[in-house]
């Protein structure tokens, strides 16, 4: 049986590890893997630049004033994406991706009859649904802190590691915000994979403005 432990670790990034995996990896590799995980959640920790607009600071006391429906499609949006010896614009994403951190699968040509809702029920927890028109699709509840007048969603975290046979990390984050009544999404991530004859890597950081419905 597989067995996966999901252990809370700083700034509220949740980091995964097969259990027995870890029977077959020696001290060293252990103590490198950790090593690496700190070093990359170090560097996801901060986002590089500002919002595509102005922001509006939220916080605990006037979450609500995030709540509301949404275009699942942005308005304007802006980033990119760089792979080794490569950089190239980034392809715009929708809300309810970049809100689960990029695990959704809706497919593209569905975004623009798509909206979000947002609703607040705690300082630290949201609801978010995916509507078509007004049928329910999805229904998710996030977690994560006010800070710097954005909503922090807590980051992710998943590392393999199946050393040397399969080796790598993914980390995404994502910070909501307020910009004249419209939704900030600003979103990061940052992929590495390695095996024995062949490796990928990217990533990347993109500020979108969806449109309050």
Same mark, same amino acid.
């Not at 792979?83 to 991706?97: A, F, G, I, M, N």
């Not at 994560?144 to 992710?156: I, T």
């Given at each position: 049986?597989? =067995?996966?432990?999901?252990? @809370?670790?700083?700034?509220?990034?949740?980091?995964?590890?097969?259990?027995?995996?870890?029977?077959?990896?020696?001290?060293?590799?252990?103590?490198? @893997?950790?090593?690496?995980?700190?070093?990359?959640?170090?560097?996801?920790?901060?986002?590089?630049?500002?919002?595509? $607009?102005?922001?509006?600071?939220?916080?605990?006391?006037?979450?609500?004033?995030?709540?509301?429906?949404?275009?699942?499609?942005? $308005?304007? @949006?802006?980033?990119?994406?760089?792979?080794?010896? =490569?950089?190239?614009?980034? $392809?715009?994403?929708?809300?309810?991706?970049?809100?689960?951190?990029? =695990?959704?699968?809706?497919?593209?040509? $569905?975004?623009? !009859?798509?909206?979000?809702?947002?609703?607040?029920?705690? %300082?630290? !927890?949201?609801?978010?649904?995916?509507?078509?028109?007004?049928?329910?699709?999805?229904?998710?509840?996030?977690?994560? !802190?006010?800070?710097?007048?954005?909503?922090?969603?807590?980051?992710?975290?998943?590392?393999?590691?199946?050393?040397?046979?399969?080796?790598?990390?993914?980390?995404?984050?994502?910070?909501?915000?307020?910009?004249?009544?419209?939704?900030?999404?600003?979103?990061?991530?940052?992929?590495? %994979?390695?095996?024995?004859?062949?490796?990928?890597?990217? !990533?990347?950081?993109?500020? @979108?403005?969806?449109?309050?419905?």
């Amino acid at each position: 049986m597989l =067995h996966v432990f999901r252990l @809370s670790i700083k700034n509220g990034a949740i980091f995964v590890l097969d259990s027995q995996s870890l029977m077959f990896m020696n001290k060293t590799t252990i103590k490198l @893997s950790i090593l690496s995980v700190s070093i990359l959640l170090t560097n996801c920790v901060a986002f590089n630049n500002s919002s595509l $607009e102005r922001i509006d600071p939220v916080n605990a006391d006037n979450a609500k004033r995030i709540n509301g429906r949404y275009v699942n499609y942005p $308005e304007r @949006s802006v980033g990119s994406v760089t792979r080794p010896r =490569h950089v190239k614009d980034l $392809e715009r994403e929708s809300c309810w991706k970049q809100i689960l951190l990029g =695990h959704s699968r809706m497919r593209d040509e $569905e975004w623009k !009859k798509q909206t979000v809702e947002i609703e607040f029920v705690s %300082e630290k !927890k949201c609801k978010v649904r995916l509507f078509e028109i007004d049928s329910l699709i999805q229904e998710k509840t996030i977690k994560g !802190k006010f800070k710097n007048g954005y909503f922090y969603r807590r980051p992710r975290f998943a590392f393999i590691p199946f050393v040397p046979l399969v080796y790598g990390y993914e980390t995404s984050r994502c910070r909501i915000g307020l910009s004249n009544g419209s939704l900030i999404i600003d979103y990061k991530w940052d992929v590495w %994979e390695a095996a024995l004859i062949a490796k990928e890597s990217q !990533k990347g950081q993109s500020s @979108s403005v969806f449109t309050r419905k």
